[in-house]
């Protein structure tokens, strides 16, 4: 045994792992009747975009399409093929640790590469024939955004090691847009003036070889290699239970006290076992700081592309993100739900059912109308601004009575 037969055994063990995963929900009846044909319908139009852009991309502009790739890059993490029991070995052993983290880094970085490729694959033929791209520029498109999710994937670890809680969010978050500058500007010049295209991609290969060089000398962090390593596992696992009504633990936060209702206040006056849960569902998520931020994430990116899709197809999407947005609070509300506290009291089926309509519809009511609001601005209609209150409650309300009959 060396360092490389063990990295290649951890590596053979992980993919062996997530094919069994996979194997529990794709037998051969779901890929008979599911995934060979749509496999087979996604070629047929593959092929036929390559012929001709579908019309639709006429309301898609650049922009849009590039956060989509900004998504795909700022995605995954960096994987560190540690475990638990290498303090036991590895730890005590430098060269060993050094040289399987050296080995899981090059892995990570041709695993990007190739995850670039496939993705600017499937989106060449609208790149070349509606948005002008050359093969040379795709090409480099290519290499500057394997180049570009490398550096995230890193980056974001090295500030989680660094800032935790609202911090480190508000981090990432920042330099989630400043990378989105960075992508949109370098992506303009490849297309107008490559002259200045090559200093941006020699810097971004530049900042690559010193988050590399700091990510081999860091120390004391192994505990957090190992957390993060489980939970990349282990990811498509927990999405699989959870679509299938297994309650699966969430990690929460060791803050003491919670940012919201530090004192555990009432806040329905009138007490019953609809209004109790439905302060149950509404705690839990406000105390989330991971719930809270990933509700703020969805709502900023429906509000991007709002403000990127023409006007008359703006009501269309608020309909749409209106759905997604009561969807959303519906999985919270499925992990609340099924917490083993809450699972002790003998819920009636009826009392569940009244819960989630009201708790569903006052967590997704606020994201609605800033939605529709800003739906209403851009249009510019007044009297559509105005009306957007009663329309926007309305609409909160029957989607969340839809959508809760899932209680039963």
Known sequence: MNVARLFVQRLVAEWKYQYEVWKTAVDWVVALYIVIPFSAIFLNFYRSWWWKAPGWLNYV???ALLFVVLVFAWSGTIRIFVEDADQLFL???A?????LLKYSLSYSLIYNLVAAVLLLLVLAPFLILHYGFSWLNLMWLTVFL???KNCMGIAKQLFEFRFKGWSQR???TVIFVIAGLYMRQSVFYLQSRRELFYPLILGLLFLLGLLLYKRLTMEGIFFEDVSREETAKLRLAKFMLQRAGTYVKKPRSLRKRPLMFRNSNLLFQKRNPVNALTEVCLKALLRN???VMFYLQL???DLGLILLIPSYYKWLLWLVFSLVMTNLVWLSWREVINE???CLFPWLPETKVAAARKALFLMALPGQLILGVAVAIQTGSWLETLAMLPLGIIAGYLTAKRVSLRSE
Request: net charge neutral; aromatic share 24%; charged share 15%.
């Open 61 to 63: 502009p650049l922009n």
């Open 95 to 99: 060269a060993w640790f050094n040289g």
């Open 170 to 172: 508000f981090v990432r």
């Open 299 to 301: 709502l900023g990116f």
């Open 340 to 342: 083993p506290f809450v």
């Open 289 to 291: 700081d991971g719930d």
């Open 146 to 148: 394997a180049l570009f």
């Open 91 to 93: 730890l005590q052993r």
